[in-house]
């Protein structure tokens, strides 16, 4: 057994305006699932992107304009958007505070596809020895 302690994960800086920190993934021990959180300046957040499996987004404190494909809607706290597997969707803080968002992957291993790119980005993986 093993507990996550989320204190023990370090912040990254994942694009301006942007901090994330895992929580569980392969790295920790996870088979089947890719937790983080997110913390987005106003007008900051993630651009379009895809994920090859499904993705839960919550909103913990703030708003959020989401988007799936043209569809827009804005959440606020405690509201979730279930994004299906392979659909490019995104998310900007349109509030005036910061904004947390919490984020389930039906993977161990963060993987997405930016808008129009062709190359998979693969975050907290297993490292190699």
Same mark, same amino acid.
């Given at each position: ?25 392969? &790295?920790? !021990?996870? +088979?089947?699932?890719? /937790? ?7 007008? *900051? =957040? ?13 909103? &913990?404190? !703030?708003? +959020?304009?989401?988007? /799936? ?7 606020? *706290? =405690? ?15 349109? !509030?005036?505070?910061?904004?947390? /968002? ?28």
């Amino acid at each position: 057994m093993k507990a996550v302690i989320p204190e023990d994960d370090a912040w990254e800086a994942w694009r301006p305006g942007v901090e994330s920190r895992m929580l569980v993934s392969a &790295r920790n !021990g996870a +088979a089947q699932l890719c /937790i983080f959180e997110q913390w987005a300046a106003p007008g *900051a =957040g993630a651009p379009t992107h895809s994920h090859p499996v499904e993705e839960v987004l919550t909103v &913990r404190e !703030g708003e +959020a304009e989401m988007w /799936i494909g043209d569809a827009h809607i804005t959440l606020s *706290a =405690g509201q979730s958007l279930i994004v299906p597997a392979g659909r490019l969707h995104g998310f900007r803080n349109c !509030g005036t505070s910061k904004l947390h /968002i919490h984020a389930v992957l039906a993977s161990p291993i963060f993987e997405a596809v930016p808008e129009g790119a062709t190359e998979v980005t693969r975050r907290w993986s297993i490292p190699s020895s």
